[in-house]
């Protein structure tokens, strides 16, 4: 039997050698190891996300609770990264950001797919891949499959609220549009907590992620205009106004507007 060591195990050889700045400058292993960690933790969040759909369709919701708590503390970790990149100063990034070429967090399809599996749903972003990668396909499926408030939705119809069928039969590729009668579902739930105490449970849980994501965006913005000010981002995109505009995206809308009605 073959010796597992901690480097054999976390293939630290391949890991540790997976950065390659494209200048001599300090600050560039920063930046690199920042977003390698971003992608690593964004892998850990879909892989949590894809278990707690599950579980929530097969009618599993405390263990789904678990899966989607941890989401939620990672991202607080993501947004704390932005801190350490922040100690980049303006003139630290712009002696390496030629080297970056046209690449982007635009091209990041693990965030899109996350964003696809929370609702959040743009097909637009599929042309930042090539055809025939796993990176599409992922991409593709995340856009066709319900997300993850269509997977609680129906735990409403399943406890007996009435949901309309333009809602339940939705084209799930686009974008979920508010609606009335889901807003009312979750304000009778949040009127009567000890009736609906699972749905309850889970639908803080949920407000508890799209909290997370908008602090992280909101962070991101942050961090943006402290190092490039309001300059165009290296794909191209707006920048930092791009980013500002992501931040009255809601994942889960009804959870946040029934508030006022309580």
């Given at each position: 039997m073959t010796d597992t060591t901690y480097?054999?195990?976390l293939d630290l050889d391949r890991l540790?050698?997976?950065q390659h700045p494209t200048s001599d400058r300090h600050d560039e292993l920063l930046f690199i190891v920042i977003h390698q960690t971003k992608e690593l933790w964004l892998k850990e969040i879909v892989h949590e996300v894809q278990l707690a759909k599950r579980l929530i369709r097969s009618q599993e919701l405390e263990?789904?609770?678990?899966a989607l708590a941890r989401v939620s503390r990672i991202q607080t970790i993501m947004t704390l990264s932005w801190d350490v990149l922040a100690?980049?100063?303006?003139?630290?990034y712009l002696s390496f950001r030629d080297g970056l070429g046209s690449s982007s967090g635009f091209q990041s399809w693990q965030f899109r797919t996350?964003?696809?599996?929370?609702?959040?749903?743009?097909?637009?972003?599929?042309?930042?891949?090539?055809?025939?990668?796993?990176?599409?396909e992922s991409l593709k499926r995340a856009l066709e499959a319900p997300s993850l408030?269509?997977?609680?939705?129906?735990?409403?119809?399943?406890?007996?609220?009435?949901?309309?069928a333009e809602v339940l039969q939705r084209d799930v590729t686009q974008p979920y549009a508010p609606s009335p009668a889901v807003e009312d579902a979750w304000l009778a739930v949040y009127r009567d907590t000890k009736?609906?105490?699972?749905?309850?449970?889970?639908?803080?849980?949920?407000?508890?992620?799209?909290?997370?994501?908008?602090t992280w965006r909101h962070k991101h913005?942050?961090?943006?205009?402290?190092?490039?000010?309001?300059?165009?981002?290296?794909?191209?995109?707006?920048?930092?106004?791009?980013?500002?505009s992501t931040l009255k995206r809601r994942c889960f809308p009804e959870l946040w507007s029934l508030r006022t009605r309580l």
């Amino acid at each position: 039997m073959t010796d597992t060591t901690y480097a054999s195990y976390l293939d630290l050889d391949r890991l540790l050698t997976a950065q390659h700045p494209t200048s001599d400058r300090h600050d560039e292993l920063l930046f690199i190891v920042i977003h390698q960690t971003k992608e690593l933790w964004l892998k850990e969040i879909v892989h949590e996300v894809q278990l707690a759909k599950r579980l929530i369709r097969s009618q599993e919701l405390e263990p789904a609770y678990k899966a989607l708590a941890r989401v939620s503390r990672i991202q607080t970790i993501m947004t704390l990264s932005w801190d350490v990149l922040a100690t980049m100063t303006p003139s630290d990034y712009l002696s390496f950001r030629d080297g970056l070429g046209s690449s982007s967090g635009f091209q990041s399809w693990q965030f899109r797919t996350l964003e696809y599996m929370l609702g959040l749903k743009d097909a637009s972003f599929l042309s930042f891949q090539d055809e025939g990668t796993v990176a599409l396909e992922s991409l593709k499926r995340a856009l066709e499959a319900p997300s993850l408030y269509d997977d609680a939705i129906e735990r409403l119809v399943a406890h007996g609220f009435d949901i309309p069928a333009e809602v339940l039969q939705r084209d799930v590729t686009q974008p979920y549009a508010p609606s009335p009668a889901v807003e009312d579902a979750w304000l009778a739930v949040y009127r009567d907590t000890k009736r609906y105490w699972e749905l309850y449970q889970l639908a803080e849980k949920l407000v508890d992620l799209d909290d997370a994501l908008l602090t992280w965006r909101h962070k991101h913005v942050l961090t943006v205009e402290r190092i490039i000010g309001g300059k165009r981002g290296t794909g191209g995109s707006d920048g930092a106004s791009y980013l500002q505009s992501t931040l009255k995206r809601r994942c889960f809308p009804e959870l946040w507007s029934l508030r006022t009605r309580l």
